[in-house]
Structures are given as structure tokens and as C-alpha cells.
């Protein structure tokens, strides 16, 4: 990707005005925009907004956009809180060098299929905040969009979960998955994203009460698609599969 101007705007308000003006494109850690071949008018650098740390508010967790994935990775209150699994879920992507550089931002951000942080996080019952429409649930932005809006955090709710579990299927070490999913168990309410690519994810709850039926609700109850990573019905069984796993991982843990 080519660029005539590059801004490194110091506040949040600043950076939404020009993430309005057209041929503006928001830098994150540029691992994907970088293989682009294409000219934009203005590349906008937010390194200087103070959206790089991960803080424990209230209102929950706060992850800013410009957190690197080996940030979230490591994080002890984002481990403690997910009970390990952020680990699980982002330590497959790529390497630590890639991992180092791409941010959480950039990564919901395109809300993406293939997306294991946007998995993880729907699960969990995130939301995104966005300077111009403020806080809105996960799924709503993962469904909607925001087009030129800033994504400026990740919000997670204060009720730690009692149970985290997350499954992904890689072809290789390195690939994009051809599925990724996410478990999440709050007292007796179950809350599972499946993010078959190349479609967006999708999320359900179930009573933990009824596990026995949910890998069969889930693996045809949800949207599947093929692709060259794996066929539509290949994800349905691995749906099925994982989310016996998962339930498995939570029996015994809870």
C-alpha cells in the first residue's frame, strides 16, 4: 500500500474527522493493508491516542484498539479473566513476530470470518466502543458495521465467566482457520459464537442444562458456507465436534 499523506493525530476526535473524509484509511499494525497494491489519500497513524493499554473499569475490562494480539495474549487480568483461553485462542496466529504488530483493533475491525479475537470476544459478550456511536454489543457491529466510525475499544462485561473454552481448525500451522469458536458458560447460560469463514460469525445461547442437545442444535442450526480451507460440511461436523469438547472442558470445570 502506497499513501500521498500520513497524520498522527493526538486525539480521538481528531482521528474520527479524518476517519470521515473520503480515501482515509486507519492504520492498525498494517500486517494485511501492507500486501495491499493500492494508493490512498491519507494513512491514519493512531499510535498517539493512549489506546494501547488494557484496564480493569467498573464497567469491566477495557481493551484499547491499538493493543497488540501478544498484548491480549499475555495479559494477566485478560488471562485471569477468560480463564486462559485468550491465550489459546491467539497464540495459533501466524508467529510472535506477527502477533507483536497486529492489533486487536484491526482485527475486529474488519470483522472478519476467519477472526479468532472477534470469536473470543463475541463469546464473551463484548462490545465495541466507537468514538461517534459509543457503545454498542459485538454482534450488532459485527452484523452492521461502522462505517467511518473509529473503533477506539473492546469492552468487556465485569461478570468474569465461570467457564471458557475455544476450538479452531487450522489446515496448517500458520493458515487462516476454516473455523474458529468460542464458549462461554455465566452461571447456568451458555453463550457460543461459531465463525465458520468465509462467513461471519454467529451466536447463540442455550441453558447448560440442555448440553447434551447443543453440538446437534449447533451443528444444524447455524449458516455454513465452503471455501478453499474446507467445505460447508465439514465445519457443520467440526462445529458438532468442538462444541462436545468444549462442553466436556466444562463439566469438568465447573
Not at 56 to 71: E, K, M, W
Not at 150 to 165: C, F, M, Q, R
Not at 173 to 197: H, I, K, M, Q, Y
Not at 216 to 235: C, P
Amino acid at each position: 500500500m502506497n499513501f500521498k499523506n500520513y497524520v498522527q493525530p493526538e486525539t480521538v476526535s481528531e482521528a474520527l474527522s479524518l476517519a470521515k473524509q473520503s480515501g482515509t484509511v486507519i492504520l492498525g499494525g498494517m500486517m494485511w493493508l501492507n500486501l495491499q497494491k493500492r494508493t490512498v489519500e491519507t494513512a491514519v497513524d493512531l499510535s498517539r491516542l493512549g489506546l494501547d493499554r488494557i484496564e480493569s473499569t467498573p464497567d469491566g475490562i477495557r481493551i484499547g484498539a491499538y493493543v497488540t494480539l501478544r498484548q491480549a495474549e499475555t495479559d494477566p487480568t485478560l488471562v485471569d479473566y477468560t480463564r486462559g483461553a485468550v491465550g489459546k485462542a491467539l497464540a495459533p496466529i501466524v508467529g510472535v513476530q506477527f502477533r507483536n504488530t497486529a492489533t486487536v483493533g484491526g482485527s475486529v475491525f474488519g470483522r472478519f470470518g476467519f477472526s479468532d479475537p472477534t470469536t473470543l470476544f463475541t463469546a464473551l459478550g463484548a462490545s465495541v466502543v466507537l468514538a461517534e456511536r459509543g457503545v454498542i454489543p459485538m454482534e450488532t457491529f459485527i452484523r452492521e458495521g461502522a462505517p467511518r466510525d473509529l473503533l477506539t475499544h473492546i469492552l468487556l462485561p465485569k461478570e468474569k465467566p465461570d467457564a471458557v473454552s475455544v476450538f479452531a481448525q487450522r489446515n496448517s500451522a500458520t493458515d487462516f482457520p476454516a473455523l474458529t469458536s468460542a464458549f462461554c458458560l455465566r452461571g447456568e447460560n451458555l453463550r457460543v459464537t461459531v465463525s465458520p469463514a468465509p462467513v461471519r460469525g454467529e451466536t447463540r445461547e442455550f441453558p447448560f442444562s440442555d448440553a447434551e442437545k447443543i453440538p446437534e442444535a449447533l451443528a444444524n442450526g447455524l449458516k455454513f458456507d465452503s471455501n478453499r480451507l474446507a467445505s460447508a460440511a465439514y465445519r457443520a461436523r467440526l462445529t458438532g465436534v468442538f462444541a462436545s469438547r468444549a462442553l466436556e472442558e466444562m463439566k469438568k470445570g465447573v
